[in-house]
């Protein structure tokens, strides 16, 4: 990355793609409602609500039937007590290299988890397993999907989950230094109560998964082009 971007401008400019989207925080809201801001994993209530967010956010997993197993539950059960004490905790612009790896072996593990039984076996995947991060710690993990992994790190496997916290980290870090505050405030600056790795993922949504490269203008075009790109 040769540049700490993107600047505001173009955060406040995808923010208003997402600002007109009906309803565009109601799954999200809802979540925070029903676990009081906080997930625990450990209870069975909020796994449940885990996987119907993830569900509402276009991950499509399976929901089992009466007297089927559940390997979702079991599974994200066992994944959490491995894990979930150690995940960080800090703003994405304060994560450690350490916490970057943790989280990194954290989402892998995550990804494999199975979800899905019967003729076809399931794994919650790369995209699903950066939401529910995303989910436990919305101040801490930048998420993705297939179409930002692939443009920013050309793979979705542990290793890039890392360089993509790390490239993040370093955005983050930038627009806080051109805001001038501590970052409380650029969410307000965005028009919506999101933290700013959601501020962040949206951006790359909108340059990557929605196509809209084409559409933000020449000099937009052109920086991309000259290699700004992680």
Known sequence: MSDPLPPLAELR?????????????????????ETQSAIDL????H????????????????YPREDEPAPFDEGVLAWWETWGATLPTVALADLTDAGIDTAAKAYADL????????????????TAAAKALYALRPN??????????????????????GRHL????????AVIAEAGDDGTGIPALMGRP?????????????AFT???????????????????RG
């Open 47 to 62: 796994r449940t609500i885990l996987l119907r967010w993830l569900n509402s956010w276009g991950c499509r997993i399976r």
């Open 140 to 161: 801490t993990i930048l998420p993705w999907d297939a179409a930002i992994a692939a443009a920013l790190h050309g793979a979705r496997d542990g290793a890039a989950f």
């Open 210 to 228: 929605m196509g809209a490269k084409g559409d933000w203008g020449t000099e937009r075009g052109e920086w991309w082009k000259n290699g700004n």
């Open 111 to 126: 990804a494999g988890v199975v979800v899905s039984a019967g003729r076809i076996r399931r794994t919650l995947g790369p």
């Open 42 to 45: 450990s209870q069975p209530a």
């Open 13 to 33: 400019r995808a923010a208003e793609v997402f600002n007109g989207f009906a309803n565009a925080d109601t799954s999200w809201l809802r979540l925070m409602e």
């Open 166 to 173: 790390r490239l993040g980290r370093a955005w983050a870090a």
């Open 194 to 206: 999101v933290s700013l790795a959601k501020i962040l993922d949206e951006y790359l949504y909108v």
